[in-house]
């Protein structure tokens, strides 16, 4: 089995996306006291594996194989043994590299990179801004290393997952054909997966790939909650979000909570009432599982609430006592705000009272 120093994180669909990335934010505060990363040059290694897996045709397709595997090995097992499972340990590695080589020239795979480069085209743009956000992720966590990040094509199958590389850095994958738009039919081609329903598929998008790409990340950073309440997960994941609206800071906050303009505007204007609800009928404090994954997992709608109330209002609130807390302790570094796991010392000190 693949020994990595950390969890593989990310290896199932994740939904936490909006189809266009705005701009100009909902939030008054945003944009402002960005801080300079001008002076910070370096970016994260790009590792194009779907060049390899799109060369169905090329010259000496049985080289480039083995190159891969002799240069990537963590990777290459990772992909063909997880992602895509095509080969497994009990094979020789002759016929490995046959069935890689089979999947390679399948019909489908070659659709999907003719399909994904004809909607994706030059992404470039789209690097410049993640490596942008990378600047930002060497300001606050200068301690860590730059993650390798490689671009595959995963059948549908994964957004941004992290995994160990060979040299102990953190390696992301990203599946490039999971952004090829909200307009894409991908119910035709997956089936009826609710990870494919409307309100999820609407967040599938290319411009949206820097901010997948730093949760997955973050995620990681962050870990697991200090306890098994609702406040508890609430906090973890405001966390989460503050974090991710440091490092992309001119990005929407429609786009750091998966919302819709109507959604974070139903939100901002019954902020109140959503805390009053989460007091009244005491949630906060339930250790309830399915009472939890209710209110902190992305949905249409939110749970006790009018219909017009998004899912994943908990973590909403979440990122709200976080943005208190960090006000009245703007001292607190990110690194120091996620080694406080007492998410009632934080509730507490955050002083968090919505106004009307």
């Given at each position: 089995?693949?020994?990595?120093?950390?969890?593989?994180?990310?290896?199932?669909?994740?939904?936490?996306?909006?189809?266009?990335?705005?701009?100009?934010?909902?939030?008054?505060?945003?944009?402002?006291?960005?801080?300079?990363?001008?002076?910070?040059?370096?970016?994260p290694e790009w590792v194009h594996f779907e060049g390899l897996l799109c060369t169905a045709t090329a010259d000496k397709l049985e080289e480039k194989i083995h190159q891969f595997h002799a240069?990537?090995?963590?990777?290459?097992?990772?992909?063909?043994?997880?992602?895509?499972?095509?080969?497994?340990?009990?094979?020789?590695?002759?016929?490995?590299?046959?069935?890689?080589?089979?999947?390679?020239?399948?019909?489908?795979?070659?659709?999907?990179?003719?399909?994904?480069?004809?909607?994706?085209?030059?992404?470039?743009?789209?690097?410049?801004?993640?490596?942008?956000?990378?600047?930002?992720?060497?300001?606050?966590?200068?301690?860590?290393?730059?993650?390798?990040?490689?671009?595959?094509?995963?059948?549908?199958?994964?957004?941004?997952?992290?995994?160990?590389?060979?040299?102990?850095?953190?390696?992301?994958?990203?599946?490039?054909?999971?952004?090829?738009?909200?307009?894409?039919?991908?119910?035709?081609?997956?089936?009826?997966?609710?990870?494919?329903?409307?309100?999820?598929?609407?967040?599938?998008?290319?411009d949206h790939l820097p901010m997948r790409v730093l949760e997955a990340l973050i995620d990681d950073y962050v870990g697991y909650a200090g306890g098994e309440r609702l406040i508890d997960q609430?906090?973890?994941?405001?966390?989460?979000?503050?974090?991710?609206?440091?490092?992309?800071?001119?990005?929407?906050?429609?786009?750091?909570?998966?919302?819709?303009?109507?959604?974070?505007?139903?939100?901002?204007?019954?902020?109140?009432?959503?805390?009053?609800?989460?007091?009244?009928?005491?949630?906060?404090?339930?250790?309830?599982?399915?009472?939890?994954?209710?209110?902190?997992?992305?949905?249409?709608?939110?749970?006790?609430?009018?219909?017009?109330?998004?899912?994943?209002?908990?973590?909403?609130?979440?990122?709200?006592?976080?943005?208190?807390?960090m006000r009245r302790y703007p001292e607190t570094s990110l690194s120091g705000l996620i080694s406080i796991k007492d998410a009632q010392n934080i509730l507490e000190k955050s002083k968090y009272?919505?106004?009307?």
């Amino acid at each position: 089995m693949l020994e990595t120093k950390k969890r593989i994180l990310h290896l199932w669909i994740m939904i936490f996306i909006l189809p266009v990335v705005i701009m100009i934010s909902c939030r008054p505060d945003k944009g402002k006291n960005i801080p300079d990363v001008s002076h910070i040059t370096a970016a994260p290694e790009w590792v194009h594996f779907e060049g390899l897996l799109c060369t169905a045709t090329a010259d000496k397709l049985e080289e480039k194989i083995h190159q891969f595997h002799a240069e990537r090995p963590v990777f290459w097992k990772l992909f063909f043994e997880r992602i895509v499972p095509v080969v497994h340990d009990s094979m020789d590695a002759g016929t490995q590299f046959e069935e890689v080589k089979r999947f390679i020239q399948d019909d489908r795979i070659q659709w999907l990179c003719d399909t994904t480069q004809q909607i994706l085209g030059d992404w470039s743009e789209v690097k410049a801004n993640l490596n942008q956000s990378f600047k930002y992720l060497q300001l606050y966590f200068p301690e860590k290393d730059l993650p390798r990040i490689y671009s595959v094509i995963s059948e549908f199958g994964y957004l941004p997952f992290i995994f160990s590389d060979e040299d102990g850095r953190d390696g992301i994958g990203v599946s490039l054909d999971m952004f090829l738009g909200n307009d894409f039919p991908y119910r035709k081609y997956v089936g009826m997966s609710p990870s494919f329903s409307t309100y999820m598929t609407r967040t599938y998008n290319k411009d949206h790939l820097p901010m997948r790409v730093l949760e997955a990340l973050i995620d990681d950073y962050v870990g697991y909650a200090g306890g098994e309440r609702l406040i508890d997960q609430m906090i973890l994941n405001g966390k989460k979000k503050y974090i991710l609206s440091q490092l992309l800071p001119t990005v929407s906050d429609t786009v750091i909570m998966a919302y819709s303009k109507e959604d974070l505007r139903w939100c901002n204007e019954n902020e109140r009432n959503i805390w009053a609800h989460f007091l009244h009928q005491e949630l906060l404090y339930s250790q309830d599982r399915m009472t939890i994954t209710k209110h902190i997992n992305p949905g249409p709608n939110a749970p006790g609430m009018p219909i017009e109330a998004p899912g994943n209002t908990a973590t909403w609130i979440g990122w709200k006592i976080i943005e208190n807390y960090m006000r009245r302790y703007p001292e607190t570094s990110l690194s120091g705000l996620i080694s406080i796991k007492d998410a009632q010392n934080i509730l507490e000190k955050s002083k968090y009272k919505p106004s009307i």
